[in-house]
């Protein structure tokens, strides 16, 4: 097993409370090495649709990226554009 | 002893050549706070019903709030306001750079011009000279030219503001420019600065503005900025900018494509934020006293020539790139080069092409009419019909008035894929499987912009659900052609869409940027400490600040009413290409709103509101908001 730190932009858990799933900025989560970020995403209630942009250990990766490591993952919701 | 703001508004009457400092209203303070709230007041009180938008009584107003310009994340915003030439209604638009700063730092929170002037000119500010120049040099020059002129002749510390050709030719969507790359797009207000006979303004200012408690603000300021570092969605946004969505707006079939046909395209990858840093990018560009700077600058490369650009955001990726079919960065890139010289909205500009190449790809408009055999996807094509456009010659002064006239002059079926709201085109987000947008399109003030609402993230967990793993990329990319997306329920969408509107001023009104609260999630006391700290006064977030951006809404729904014959109800329709035509391909394949739900979400909305069944607030809404208004 490895620790990921789950980390939600206030874009990503804004809509999750308007869905009536709020969640924390921050927490730990404990999952086996190997396991795909949208494994992870589908575990926490977050369809990968509503993830447009995610961090691993500040490098960007695709939902399809395997945790292999203790990391800190970094999740953005969408947001309008300028 | 007034503190926050630089006390003095600014009156310059261009047909009489008269400039009058005069100090801020306390009832615009007391009641309105600053930026859109000042605008929203000003343009109610002021404009002499039945105003001409480009005519010589409209009011071009230049506004700031109480924390723009301090020490603190992202306080650079600046809001523009004036009758809007695309609507005839209410318009306005905001933005960034660093000119609204200098603006309070000469001493002026609020500018508003009037009349006309003789001859070409530019507007002089340097604190408390203010000269209206002539300015026949500047004139038919392209907005960086101006900018490098106007900063090698007074100075490389002057701000300054212009319009391009499509300002003075009065295109209906012409925009200011500023900071070689930042605009006010929307509305159409570069016409109304052209109409003036303004091409530019350029200002200095040297002065403090007085705060209220200097040490606490500075301490305050530096516990913010430590605030957003520390945040999770600090690092976020800044790599790719606005453009990082634009692969989500197509996986979720929101991506304008053809003219708003359809929802996806096949060539996302080729238009998008990574596309921008691998072909285009230089360096990071942002705002005044942003932390998280979105802006990109970088080179364009086409047969055209290089092109040095900031952009393309999301929203010009989306209007000039998929809804015009170009799938070319570099042809994209150079597109939005030259909006920003001619001084054109990108939103309204991609949107009016898509429909000009749409009624020839129809046969409403003829070559000869055109001028030219112009192609979906060919940048001499977009080029060309912009560049008409901006000169409104031949074709080009049809659709220089925008969609909605303009299909009111080719005829046939065009208005039906003319794609506005009260005349204002539509933005990025294609919303037939999308109800909460959609309405937010609807009910905006300003018409058909995102900015008054979005809730689009919203719409999308609705008809995904919690955990859905719709896989939509990897499907479509394997050739997928069938509705991967479930229908989105419209019953529960109109708090959100009045949550976000309500949202949105606010942030307007003080005169920063949104993307710190929006994003990064910075609490909304620290927005009630830093004004206090600024202004020596109390202020609510949620009970005073989100109040005052439902008072604004009304307002301006009661100045649209004074102001455009028959308003109403109709005005706030979609275009009937989404309430009739299904979209034809990508993940919401099939989707289309019905003109019921349409109609159920008005109703449900207008009576949250306090608006009557045609849309107008009834007389014990206006009480309760304390607005005297008929």
Redesign the interface.
Known sequence: MITITL??????????R??G?PGQ??RRIRVEAGTLV?QV??????????V??I?LD?R?VSVDTPLQTNGVL?L??????? | MLYGYAGHTLRIDLSRDTIEKEPLKQEWMDDFIGGRGFTAKILYDEIPAGTDPLGPDNRFVIAMGPLSGLFLPAAGKTHFAAKSPATGGYGDSNMGGHFGVTMKYAGYDVTILTGRAKEPSYIFIDNDTVEIRPASHLWGKGSTAVEEILKNDLGQEFQILTIGEAGESMVHFACISHDFGRQAGRTGIGAVLGSKNIKAIAVRGTRDIPVFDPKGLLKKGKQTYAACRE???F???T???????T???N??GALPTRNFATSHCDYADKINGKAILDELKITDKGCFSCPIP?GKYGLAKTGKGNKYVEGP???T??LVGSNCELSDIHAVAHVNWVCDELGIDTCSGGAVVSFALECYEKGLISKEEMGMDVKWGDLDSIVYILEKIAKREGIGDVLADGVKKAAEKIGGDSSKFAIHVKGLEW??YESRNAPGMMLGYMTADIGAH??RC?????D???A?????????HDLISQGADFSV?PKADHKNVVP?VL?SQHLRPAFDILGTCR?Q?????LETHYYEELYYHATGKKLDFNKDLLKLSEKIWHLNRMFNKREIPDFGRKYDYPPPRFYEEPIPSGPNKGHKVEFSVIEEMLDTYYKARGWDENGIPTKDTLEKFNLAVE
């Open positions: 980390n939600m932009s206030e874009s990503l858990l804004s809509i999750l308007d869905a799933r900025p921050t949208r995403l589908i575990d926490q209630g977050i369809s990968p649709l509503l447009p942009l961090f500040s960007k970094t953005h919701g969408p947001l309008a554009g300028g | 945040k999770p969605g690092k976020g946004w790599p790719e900018g606005t453009a990082g969505i692969n989500w707006c996986d979720v979105c955001e999301y929203e990726l989306a933005t990025g995102h900015n979005w809730v689009l993230g919203s999308v967990a609705n995904v659900g919690g955990n859905q793993d719709a896989n939509v997306i959100l949550k993307l609260y929006m994003e990064i999630g």
